[in-house]
C-alpha cells in the first residue's frame, strides 16, 4: 500500500506563506504525477497544483504566481510554497500519487489563514 505523509500545514496571517511536504517512497513520488489537493468546509476536493514524472506542472488559477509545486532532488517528497496566502486558502491539504497503478492519498493538513 502506498504511504505519502504531509505535513507543513498551521495557522498564518493573511499574507504570509506556508511549506507544505509530502513524503513518499522514491519508487511513488519519482514516476507518478504528485497532486496537491485541498478541501475547505462543505465544498468538493479540488486541484491545486500537480507536477508530471517529467516534471512538468499546472497550477488552478487562483493559486498561480503565489504557489510553486516542486519534486525534491531525492525524488522522495514533494512540496508545495505557498505565499501572498489568503482567507480562501483555509481548506485541508492533501497529496495524491496518480499513475497507471497507482491513486493514493495522504491524511491531509489543515491549512487555515486568519485575514
Known amino acids: 500500500q502506498v504511504q505519502l505523509v504531509e505535513s507543513g500545514g498551521g495557522l498564518v496571517q493573511a499574507g504570509g506563506s506556508l511549506r507544505l511536504s509530502c513524503a513518499g517512497s522514491?519508487?511513488?513520488?519519482?514516476?507518478?504525477?504528485m497532486g496537491w489537493y485541498r478541501q475547505a468546509p462543505g465544498k468538493q476536493r479540488e486541484l491545486v497544483a500537480v507536477?508530471?514524472?517529467?516534471?512538468?506542472?499546472n497550477y488552478k488559477d487562483s493559486v498561480k504566481g503565489r504557489f510553486t509545486i516542486s519534486r525534491s532532488n531525492a525524488k522522495d517528497t514533494v512540496d508545495l510554497q505557498m505565499n501572498r496566502l489568503k482567507p480562501e486558502d483555509t481548506a485541508v491539504y492533501y497529496c495524491?500519487?496518480?499513475?497507471?497503478?497507482?491513486?493514493?492519498w495522504g491524511q491531509g493538513t489543515q491549512v487555515t489563514v486568519s485575514s
Open positions: 495524491n500519487a496518480r499513475g497507471y497503478s497507482v491513486d493514493s
Open positions: 522514491v519508487e511513488i513520488v519519482s514516476s507518478n504525477t
Open positions: 507536477i508530471t514524472s517529467g516534471g512538468r506542472t
